[in-house]
């Protein structure tokens, strides 16, 4: 009875997931695998991904019955009492501006929050979260023993104990001391009082855990011998999967475009983010966000190219590199990065322009203008376009 697995509450800011459909959905994965006759028993070791910015809340006393679910039962139905909080808070929550701008102001501003930990504060980021369950539901909060990002979560399920969070996912919670490592004793107490025990130690996302727990052994035949590795945030995930090394970027155009890369020294700013690279805990990724993707791209596509893919590149080709000079903005909605709405056009002079440019100029100042600002918005994070790149 979800909508795309989540439910959208009536405020319509305030999104949340069940944790126990996610608990079933793993179950179910594993038995259409088993029912597949797939050999559990030749894997090795094993790790995986998850939304970032999603919490789990652990109810007093569920660690005793993770650790002894029984093989028999189906794990979500062993689990059905263990959460404080039923329904997980997720990253398409945007209900806690109130708690953002608390803990701004506890730690001397936005830019000081965004130098300590990554980023300024941001709705969906946990520590705001967790403030709102705080002061909404005090109790709920005291009756939690254990809070876990979704990754962690998914490796506590396997691991068959409290599976710690990981340096890089980590880092897209509003609490990590992005530079050494450790939770921001300032920024924990402007969220809850006796967070840090609730959270436990953060390590790096490449740490081995430990063995697969018993329960997967009995029921689908893993080897005991197999290892949980660390899980981590599905962004993260994404650059090494990818293999990204130092100097490379990786831009996806889709609904919103996100661009995120690998560096060396991060500048943290108020808009992007900077989390620790699950790679090599000694250097950083950053991750940029723009809204007015691929929904932008479309409109003016069915504008100026009668809808058509193949109109949009014919006119983009006929155009030369640099527009002469004609340049544009696009955000039909409010932008992410930066916060600007508006059609924005300007021509050579670098005169405002207000009526529509030629049908192909549009669209090459379109998609000029946006990867202008992808590269903008990357260098004021601290990516250094190198001489040979400016060559090019």
């Not at 890369?261 to 990724?285: F, K, R």
Request: net charge neutral; charged share 20%.
């Amino acid at each position: 009875r979800t909508q795309g697995g989540v439910y959208i509450h009536s405020d319509r800011l305030t999104v949340t997931s069940p944790v126990l459909m996610w608990v079933k959905a793993l179950d179910m994965i594993l038995e259409k695998m088993k029912s597949s006759g797939f050999n559990f028993s030749q894997v090795r070791a094993l790790s995986g991904a998850g939304q970032q910015h999603g919490s789990v809340y652990w109810k007093k006393g569920s660690i005793q019955i993770l650790k002894n679910a029984s093989s028999k039962l189906p794990l979500h139905q062993s689990l059905k009492a263990c959460f404080s909080v039923s329904n997980s808070p997720i990253w398409m929550d945007s209900s806690t501006a109130s708690q953002c701008s608390a803990l701004e102001k506890a730690v001397g501003g936005a830019q000081h929050l965004a130098s300590i930990t990554g980023s300024r504060a941001y709705e969906r980021f946990t520590g705001n979260q967790i403030a709102k369950i705080y002061s909404q539901n005090p109790e709920v909060y005291m009756q939690t023993e254990r809070i876990s990002l979704v990754s962690s979560f998914a490796a506590s399920l396997f691991l068959g104990a409290y599976a710690p969070i990981d340096y890089s996912d980590g880092s897209g919670m509003n609490l990590l001391q992005i530079w050494e490592k450790v939770w921001s004793v300032s920024c924990l107490n402007a969220c809850a009082p006796g967070l840090e025990e609730k959270l436990g130690c953060p390590v790096p996302s490449h740490s081995v855990l430990g063995p697969i727990s018993p329960y997967y052994s009995q029921r689908y035949g893993f080897s005991p011998d197999c290892k949980i590795v660390a899980f981590t945030g599905d962004n993260p995930a994404s650059l090494a999967g990818m293999r990204l090394q130092e100097g490379d970027i990786a831009i996806s155009l889709g609904t919103s475009d996100t661009l995120f890369l690998w560096i060396q020294e991060p500048t943290p700013a108020l808009e992007g983010h900077i989390l620790c690279n699950p790679v090599d805990s000694q250097t950083y990724m950053a991750l940029l966000c723009f809204k007015n993707g691929s929904l932008m791209r479309e409109r003016i596509r069915d504008d100026c190219a009668s809808g058509s893919w193949d109109e949009f590149s014919k006119a983009l080709s006929s155009t030369v590199a640099g527009n002469n000079g004609n340049l544009g903005f696009y955000f039909d909605v409010m932008e992410i990065t930066p916060e600007a709405v508006g059609i924005h056009r300007f021509n050579r002079d670098n005169q405002k322009v207000v009526s529509d440019f030629p049908k192909e100029v549009e669209i090459r100042a379109l998609i000029e203008g946006q990867f202008m600002a992808k590269r903008i918005h990357a260098e004021k994070l601290g990516y250094k376009v190198s001489k040979y790149d400016e060559k090019l």
